[in-house]
T-cell receptor, first 113, second 113 residues
Framework: GENVEQHPSTLSVQEGDSAVIKCTYS??????FPWYKQELGKRPQLIID?????GEKKDQRIAVTLNKTAKHFSLHITETQPEDSAVYFC????????????FGKGTRLHILP | NAGVTQTPKFQVLKTGQSMTLQCAQD?????MYWYRQDPGMGLRLIYY???????DKGEVPNGYNVSRLNKREFSLRLESAAPSQTSVYFC????????????FGEGSRLTVL
């Protein structure tokens, strides 16, 4: 089955700097790679996703890159702001198989003033 | 739209007691999921239902049972609760073929004494 590894588990960056979170996956059939943000005491919510037919996707200050050959994908947050402080989860799946959706263990991002 | 609704939000049980967590979605999604969230362990899949009438084990199914009552509802039952089942439980739903995005409920915090 799918296995998703996420690093680092904790990340602290100065406000205004960039943050990068990396994930690797094991199942070469996975073709959908979402990122979820979970603020303290709240439910996880999708912030960006990428499918295997593209290598990069951007949405304002966040971007995701995918390297299918190496089976890894990354979340990039630029010009970090205090509201970016949260736990971020990556996941990998193949929606067409209607299979389980497996998450990484999460990264707690702290934005330092 | 309410989205995904879970009940109860909080519950305290004694070891050996049983209980059922209820989940309902009003988005006409085919797929539903139960995850548990523990510190440092991320979101671990307990059971999922790819479509009405089917259920499958996830990463950590032991000690749990599920019922996909109809397209809207997916319940999680603890037959004999153990302290190791103290956790925050999230129900989620998805229309996999449309987007793959998971929509989460607010979570249920369960404490087993």
């Amino acid at each position: 089955g799918e296995n998703v590894e996420q690093h680092p588990s904790t990340l602290s960056v100065q406000e205004g700097d960039s943050a990068v979170i990396k994930c690797t996956y094991s199942d070469s059939a996975s073709n959908y790679f979402p990122w979820y943000k979970q603020e303290l005491g709240k439910r996880p919510q999708l912030i960006i996703d990428i499918r295997s037919n593209v290598g990069e996707k951007k949405d304002q200050r966040i971007a995701v890159t995918l390297n299918k050959t190496a089976k890894h994908f990354s979340l990039h947050i630029t010009e970090t702001q205090p509201e970016d402080s949260a736990v971020y989860f990556c996941a990998a799946s193949n929606p067409q198989r209607r299979d389980k959706i497996i998450f990484g263990k999460g990264t707690r991002l702290h934005i330092l003033p | 739209n309410a989205g995904v609704t879970q009940t109860p939000k909080f519950q305290v049980l004694k070891t050996g007691q049983s209980m059922t967590l209820q989940c309902a979605q009003d988005m006409n999604h085919n797929s539903m999921y139960w995850y548990r969230q523990d510190p440092g362990m991320g979101l671990r899949l307990i059971y999922y239902s790819a479509s009405e009438g089917t259920t499958d084990k996830g990463e950590v199914p032991n000690g749990y049972n599920v019922s996909r009552l109809n397209k809207r509802e997916f319940s999680l039952r603890l037959e004999s609760a153990a302290p190791s089942q103290t956790s925050v439980y999230f129900c989620a739903s998805s229309d996999l073929l449309a987007s793959g995005e998971l929509f989460f409920g607010e979570g249920s915090r369960l404490t087993v004494l």
